[in-house]
């Protein structure tokens, strides 16, 4: 798997791309941004081809994934694609019972919430992720210059789904389980980082060029509970890419008292939300880079505010050694797709620095 990794890298390593300039620590020749969810149902053509179509199918179809990867590079001008997938396919791929329910999110057949159910988990083997691969090479091939972001979900947001059975406002039972029954927690993360570490070093074998660990539910955690319950686990998937040479993003929601932390688990580039500004997120991990982080809900405000908002964010990024522009959370279903492509070129007016 290493060989494969590097030869990959070595066939495409964009050395002048804006946003691995900028994700790497360097200077970039202009403030590169891409765009969470920039791949979905804001965009006519991607409802369109998925009419029909469920969400894991899709996922699955290497030359859907591909289409819907490349469209909002074609329309918005984004210096970076982010791999359409989900963070629940490698768990599907391994043999995992749950479902995408539109309205809901995933719902899991059977919760995890005992040590049995821990250790009938199963494993993932690259093969069974082989469609998504297959998707990687056709969009490095269709990419040009631009680079291609894989990602996976964390081993703590990965935990919850399972646990709860689907989404959860509180995440109780997953709580639960982690404060009474630690050992089998850790286990359950322990295999949940080597189900995601996998399919990551599976994107990057077949060409990705960045790679993002979401931990969408990590803020709900205090400070004490992440670094003993999930630290470990996320530092074992991004430690995991140390030798493969491709930045590593680690991103999440509410998560500004744990961004330190975040970091300490092996990111390049920590993902900030709106709610913290980035000269503060970046004093808070020295060394890193600053993903982020204008409100998604700006998009709705008009051209006066987010010229505004986005001349603020540049200049609070440039406290960090690198800065990927990017939303605070994923594009809203029902944002105005002309906005996100005004937005962009509002971007590129701005001089990156320090």
Not at 60 to 89: K, N, Y
Not at 271 to 285: E, I, K, S, Y
């Amino acid at each position: 798997m290493t060989e494969l990794i590097s030869q990959a890298t070595a066939r495409r390593s964009l050395p002048e791309a804006p946003f691995l300039v900028a994700a790497r620590g360097g200077v970039p020749s202009r403030v590169p941004v891409w765009f969470m969810r920039q791949a979905g149902r804001s965009l006519p053509e991607y409802r369109a081809l998925r009419a029909g179509t469920p969400m894991l199918a899709a996922c699955f179809d290497p030359a859907m994934v591909t289409e819907i990867t490349l469209q909002p590079v074609r329309r918005h001008g984004v210096d970076a694609a982010i791999l359409f997938s989900d963070i629940v396919v490698p768990l599907v791929a391994a043999g995992v019972d749950l479902d995408i329910v539109a309205g809901t999110g995933p719902v899991v057949a059977r919760p995890v919430r005992d040590a049995a159910a821990v250790a009938a988990l199963p494993e993932l083997d690259t093969a069974q992720v082989e469609p998504v691969a297959e998707a990687v090479r056709l969009l490095t091939a269709a990419l040009g210059e631009t680079p291609l972001i894989g990602f996976a979900g964390a081993p703590f947001t990965l935990a919850s789904y399972l646990v709860e059975g689907g989404p959860s406002r509180n995440h109780e039972r997953t709580k639960a389980l982690m404060y009474a029954e630690p050992t089998t927690w850790h286990a359950l993360l322990d295999r949940l980082a080597d189900i995601a570490l996998g399919f990551l070093r599976a994107q990057i074998a077949a060409g990705v060029d960045a790679v993002q660990l979401f931990d969408s539910w990590a803020g709900a955690l205090s400070l004490r509970d992440y670094r003993e319950f999930v630290l470990p686990h996320s530092r074992k998937v991004l430690s995991g890419l140390a030798d493969v040479g491709v930045p590593r993003i680690h991103f999440g929601v509410g998560t500004g008292h744990l961004l330190a932390a975040m970091r300490e688990a092996g990111a390049d580039v920590v993902g900030v939300d709106w709610r913290t500004p980035l000269d503060v997120a970046a004093a808070a991990v020295p060394g890193a880079a600053v993903q982020g982080n204008l409100d998604p809900a700006t998009l709705f405000a008009g051209d006066d505010v987010i010229r505004r908002e986005v001349a603020r964010i540049v200049g609070e990024g440039r406290a960090a050694p690198g800065h990927v522009f990017n939303l605070g959370h994923g594009v809203l279903p029902e944002t105005d797709r002309d906005a996100i492509t005004r937005t962009v070129e509002f971007i590129h007016t701005h001089t990156p620095g320090r």
